[in-house]
């Protein structure tokens, strides 16, 4: 694989006793909870002030499910990309239908996937790394309503819950194969 000269700096926003293990063990994919925004991967972004929400959100979850008083961490990642030609990239760099179907699919449980014959998702790892815009609520709302039968895919309007208003949202590039 060629690697490009160009690096790019990233973080992943998590809790003290995940970044000691993803230091001294380095990245480890089976760690990483189902139904994300681009399918399971290690996520991280170019923003950190977005890491830094991250650390606080995950430290708190992880906190509460174990009775634990870790501290939020974040952990640096100098990505250098290999040539595009050796990984299937998924590209998703602004909020659009076509970003919110890819989102909204990968939130969807396996059978809903299937009744639907839904076939663009990364459930299944088929892209190495997928870089976009983060979700807003919104889509995760929907995915709830679909999975829970009530709302069909075909029916969902894509423009109406993407209202541009002007706000910019975080980028993230995730991670969902050995090969990156």
């Known amino acids: 694989m060629k690697e490009s000269k160009h690096k790019m700096k990233l973080y992943h926003g998590t809790n003290y006793s995940s970044a000691i ?5 380095g990245i480890n994919l089976k760690y990483s909870k189902p139904y994300l925004d681009f399918g399971p991967g290690f996520y991280t972004t170019p923003s950190y002030d977005h890491a830094a929400l991250a650390a606080i959100r995950t430290t708190q979850k992880y906190n509460a499910k ?5 501290e939020p961490y974040i952990v640096e990642v100098d990505y250098k990309p290999i040539s595009a030609m050796d ?24 059978q ?7 076939l663009e998702h990364n459930q299944d790892g088929k892209y190495d790394i997928c870089y976009g815009e983060i979700a807003d609520g919104n ?42």
């Open 87 to 110: 990984l299937v990239i998924g590209s998703y760099p602004r909020h659009s239908e076509r970003w919110g179907k890819f989102v909204l699919n990968n939130r969807l449980k396996p």
């Open 139 to 180: 889509i995760i709302n929907i995915a709830y309503k679909v999975n829970g039968g009530k709302v069909i895919p075909e029916d969902i309007n894509y423009k109406e819950f993407l209202k541009d208003n002007g706000e910019v949202y975080p980028q993230q590039y995730s991670f969902h194969t050995l090969k990156v």
């Open 66 to 70: 174990n009775n634990k008083n870790e």
């Open 112 to 118: 809903m996937l299937s009744a639907y014959n839904i």
């Open 21 to 25: 293990n993803i230091v001294n063990h």
